[in-house]
């Protein structure tokens, strides 16, 4: 990691607000903030003069991350941290300290988001900033290992299925947990190992017991895969035994039984959506690494009735 060229007091200020306890700094909107004032700063792209005071605001509105209102969590929140990220306007100190204060909303054993905001949108917040590190490698390795035993976990752990609701807007925890993973997929810096544990995470969630996902999930699901095997480092054989594993019918002793049964359905529905996601991407590709999945993603289509 770079050493830090900002001010002392900018530091500590940093690692105050990363470190201090989520009842200590809980405010939403973030002190010194108005409703309208973010409402302004939205309608001007979020441009605001000054990165200290950018990066104040980026770490205060982490906290509204877990606000009910949409047009404060996703509209304000996310959009905010999502153009400064990508404008590369918030500098890593920002980020690092983003990083300590979202990593444990996400792992399982510290949930307690009853209404199901808090932990979906930490993890796309951290998928963006997982994303500024491929851009522009700052992380160290062990720091990259962290996020991806954080994201695996949450993403292998989530059971709140909600998705979209007329009144709260999105929770939508698989998509995002599988947003987290590819961004870490596309990033060259991580390995082969690394990339079986996250496609592991994303197998755990293709065809969840007794739900059927109607909110895009299965695609979601599939980017993290196709973009990993463009990493290359998959073979014909290592798809053809992932895919197999895949498209069992589950708990059932044969597709013929999970068929006569609710549960059984279900699986099928998520499977084949997941499964005609990923070959609906692969069907026509000429690029090598992706022809080597289609011989195993056509076997699971025609295993699963």
Aim: aromatic share 8%.
């Amino acid at each position: 990691m770079q050493t830090s060229t900002l001010a002392w007091p900018r530091v500590v200020l940093l690692g105050l607000l990363a470190c201090a306890a989520p009842a200590a700094i809980a405010s939403c909107p973030p002190v010194g903030w108005s409703q309208a004032g973010l409402d302004a700063l939205k309608a001007a792209d979020f441009h605001i003069e000054g990165s200290d005071r950018r990066a104040a605001l980026a770490l205060g509105l982490l906290d509204c991350l877990g606000a009910r209102n949409p047009a404060v969590r996703d509209g304000i929140a996310f959009e905010a941290w999502s153009t400064w990220l990508r404008a590369g306007q918030l500098d890593q100190e920002t980020r690092q300290a983003a990083l300590d204060r979202l990593l444990p909303r996400i792992r399982p054993a510290a949930r307690d988001d009853d209404a199901g905001f808090s932990a979906p949108f930490a993890a796309l917040v951290l998928s963006g900033i997982a994303r500024s590190d491929r851009v522009a490698p700052w992380m160290m390795p062990d720091q990259r290992e962290q996020l991806i035993a954080a994201g695996t976990a949450y993403l292998a752990s989530v059971r709140d299925y909600r998705g979209f609701d007329a009144r709260d807007g999105w929770r939508h925890g698989v998509a995002h947990g599988a947003d987290l993973m590819l961004q870490l997929a596309l990033n060259p810096a991580l390995d082969k190992g690394q990339l079986d544990r996250m496609f592991a995470a994303v197998a755990s969630q293709v065809a969840p017991s007794g739900h059927a996902y109607i909110y895009g999930e299965p695609e979601r699901l599939a980017r993290p895969v196709l973009y990993g095997a463009l990493r290359g480092l998959h073979t014909e054989a290592d798809w053809s035994g992932w895919f197999e594993a895949l498209a069992g019918p589950g708990d059932a002793a044969s597709w013929q039984e999970a068929m006569n049964t609710q549960a059984g359905l279900t699986r099928r529905h998520d499977l084949r959506a997941f499964l005609l996601a990923i070959y609906a991407e692969i069907a026509e590709e000429t690029r090598p690494e992706l022809v080597a999945m289609r011989p195993a993603v056509l076997a699971a289509l025609k295993r699963v009735p």
